[in-house]
T-cell receptor, first 114, second 112 residues
Framework: AQSVTQPDIHITVSEGASLELRCNYS??????LFWYVQSPGQGLQLLLK??????LVQGIKGFEAEFKRSQSSFNLRKPSVHWSDAAEYFC????????????FGTGTRLTIIP | DGGITQSPKYLFRKEGQNVTLSCEQN?????MYWYRQDPGQGLRLIYY???????QKGDIAEGYSVSREKKESFPLTVTSAQKNPTAFYLC???????????FGQGTRLTVV
């Protein structure tokens, strides 16, 4: 079965600084990969997804992520964070078989300081 | 607009009572899910359904029940057997189980 790890429980960055959130997955073949964002008391919103093709994917709100097969990673990046980016971020992995459901990481909470 | 609607947003119940959380989608998705979220614990899958009239237990199904009589609806009942029901509940749907899931806004259940 596939698994996904988000090693950082909580990250604090200054407004305007760059951001990288880590996500590592375990799966034998090429996975489907997703990043979601959750504001407090809200549902999850899809930021971006990778199915195949270009390994650098662009998402909403200025986020991007890069799929690195050799490192089994799909890290989320943003060049300059805004206070409104403070939220919980979840990485998820899906597999080719349509019988397998998505597996979510445990999340990374992002705090932005002035 | 297409989307997933969970209702109500906040729900209060007395201990020992069953309560049903509503989830409706108009995305024509086959798969639907229920997750529970507790502070600092991420998402835990309660039940999921890949097609109408079929559903599967997730990781924490004890004390919960679901039905999938219609494609667009997947209600979750929190029974009195659930020992710690106070939590934030999220419903989601997807075209297939391995593609991106779309989430509702959640229901915060408080049992007193």
């Amino acid at each position: 079965a596939q698994s996904v790890t988000q090693p950082d429980i909580h990250i604090t960055v200054s407004e305007g600084a760059s951001l990288e959130l880590r996500c590592n997955y375990s799966y034998g073949a090429t996975p489907y990969l997703f990043w979601y964002v959750q504001s407090p008391g809200q549902g999850l919103q899809l930021l971006l997804k990778y199915f195949s093709g270009d390994t650098l994917v662009q998402g909403i709100k200025g986020f991007e992520a890069e799929f690195k097969r050799s490192q089994s990673s799909f890290n989320l990046r943003k060049p300059s964070v805004h206070w409104s980016d403070a939220a919980e971020y979840f990485c998820a992995v899906g597999v080719y078989s349509t019988n397998e459901k998505l597996t979510f990481g445990t999340g990374t909470r992002l705090t932005i300081i002035p | 607009d297409g989307g997933i609607t969970q209702s109500p947003k906040y729900l209060f119940r007395k201990e020992g009572q069953n309560v049903t959380l509503s989830c409706e989608q108009n995305l024509n998705h086959d798969a639907m899910y229920w997750y529970r979220q507790d502070p600092g614990q991420g998402l835990r899958l309660i039940y999921y359904s890949q097609i109408v009239n079929d559903f599967q237990k997730g990781d924490i199904a004890e004390g919960y029940s679901v039905s999938r009589e219609k494609k667009e609806s997947f209600p979750l009942t929190v029974t009195s057997a659930q020992k710690n029901p106070t939590a934030f509940y999220l419903c989601a749907s997807s075209a297939q189980t391995n593609t991106e899931a779309f989430f509702g806004q959640g229901t915060r259940l408080t049992v007193v």
